[in-house]
């Protein structure tokens, strides 16, 4: 079958990489792309959210089935689009999206449904001054999240009162994130240590993943500036069997319950952010995709067909699966551009990936142009490796690193570095 997949990241490589593996796939076409996923499939220059385009794609390519790779354009109703068209799509309905388009609808799911999660108010721009007195009774640090999406940077862990006024008003006012900050959400701080779970599922039942650790502050020993993710490992030497067993039964099939009982229409990934916090998982959030760059160690420990297992949730046939893992444990690290989370250039040429032989590179922030390969994004580039153990995985992904080059490249050497 021919299969259009949505998206342009790390994320979308490794998506990519896996469902071309399987014998189930004929022709693989990524829309827009990056100058990996074009080594094994064929790039269109859309994007994630011109349905009208992809729409144009899909006759002209007779594409089969969509699967969708970042959250903007589920939350923007690609499901209900093409589904209307017959087109199968792996990936929530728009309504179900909501579970990461809002973090006020998502606090309110896990509240209705028994999930264990931070304590919460949410506020909309006509209670400002609501907001501001909640402030009064609270212990700091507290965090203020933006309710939409916020590209991943809309949430503030603010230390005083005096931090957490400014982030209410400049959320509030429109001035930090735009339309996202309309409703806010102020939360409890965890602290803890942080695991991602993913499912898939079919709306009924489902089948786990993999689980994940990612680190998303750009300097080493977790400090400075959140970014998008600076690099992953799986499996987490803690999240055992017993620890497994018990995440499913408080978290996830409460989760699916409410997935059933407000009828929301779910065939795709479901990622589950937990805090551990003296050993209880509480959920921080929900997203309505993989990962990045988690997906860049899950899915190559997939062991199974994962385009089966797709078109399975897509017939509602997933009962009953069953999910082969490597035991291995898988590290990445993330090559990302000189500045970055903040201003970085792009069209830096990039050298040394043909000599990468033990790792697999999953492009990220990339582009081709004139037979070169050029930055074209904050994460540039993604190296995964397997070991026996963290520091060996790790090791390996470091190694591999050093035979690029990009001018300003930078990377944390620190990776899993709580886990040892």
């Known amino acids: 079958m021919n299969i259009l997949l949505l998206g342009s990241g790390g994320r979308e490589h490794a998506l990519a990489w896996k469902v071309a593996q399987s014998p189930l796939c004929d022709q693989l076409y990524i829309a827009p792309g990056n100058a990996g996923t074009s080594q094994i499939g064929k790039n269109l220059a859309i994007g994630v959210s011109d349905f009208e385009a992809q729409d144009r794609a899909v006759e002209e390519h007779n594409i089969q089935m969509i699967i969708v790779g970042p959250e903007q354009p589920l939350v923007d109703g690609v499901y209900d689009y093409f589904s209307a068209k ?20 998502s606090k309110k799911f896990m509240q209705k449904y028994g999930i264990p999660t931070a304590a919460y108010a949410s506020f909309d721009q ?33 230390e005083t009162k005096e931090e957490a006024i400014l982030a209410v008003q400049g959320m509030l006012s429109g001035s930090s994130f735009g339309e996202a900050g309309n409703t806010i959400v102020i939360e409890e701080f965890l602290k803890g ?36 993710g600076m690099g992953a490992i799986s499996p987490v030497p803690f999240a055992d069997e ?12 409460p989760t699916m319950k409410g997935i059933r009982e407000e009828q929301l229409d779910y065939k ?6 937990l805090m551990i916090v003296d050993g209880k998982a509480y959920v921080l959030e929900y997203n309505v995709r993989m990962g990045d760059p988690e997906t860049e160690v899950v899915i190559p420990r997939l062991q199974s067909d994962l385009l089966d297992l797709i078109l399975k949730a897509q017939k509602g046939e ?9 035991a291995r444990t898988c590290a990445t690290v993330m090559l990302v551009s000189g500045g970055y989370p903040e201003a970085y250039q792009k069209g830096k ?19 081709e142009e004139n037979g070169h390969v050029l930055t074209n994004g904050g994460r540039v580039i993604a190296i995964t490796s397997f070991g026996d153990n963290i520091k060996e995985a790790v090791a390996q992904s470091l190694a591999e690193g050093e035979k690029i080059s ?15």
């Open 193 to 228: 240590i942080e695991i991602s779970i993913f499912v898939l599922t079919d709306g009924k039942d489902y089948v786990l993943l993999p689980s994940a650790k990612d680190y998303k502050r750009i300097g080493e020993g977790d400090t400075g500036l959140n970014t998008g």
């Open 349 to 367: 040429q990039m050298r040394g990936m043909d000599e990468v032989k033990d790792s697999i590179l999953f492009y990220a922030g990339t582009k």
């Open 242 to 253: 017993s620890f497994i067993k018990e995440v499913e039964e408080l978290i996830v099939k």
């Open 406 to 420: 990009f001018e300003g490249k930078y990377n944390r050497n620190d990776i899993g570095f709580d886990l040892v």
């Open 86 to 105: 017959g087109i199968p799509v792996f990936g929530p309905s728009k309504a179900a999206a909501e579970l990461e388009g809002s973090k006020d609808y």
């Open 318 to 326: 997933l009962a009953g699966s069953n999910v082969e893992v490597d």
């Open 126 to 158: 006509s209670e400002l001054n609501q907001a501001l007195e909640y402030l009064e009774g609270q212990s700091y640090p507290l965090v203020v999240k933006a309710s939409g999406l916020a590209a991943g940077k809309g949430v503030l862990i603010c």
């Open 268 to 273: 795709g990934f479901i990622f589950i952010g």
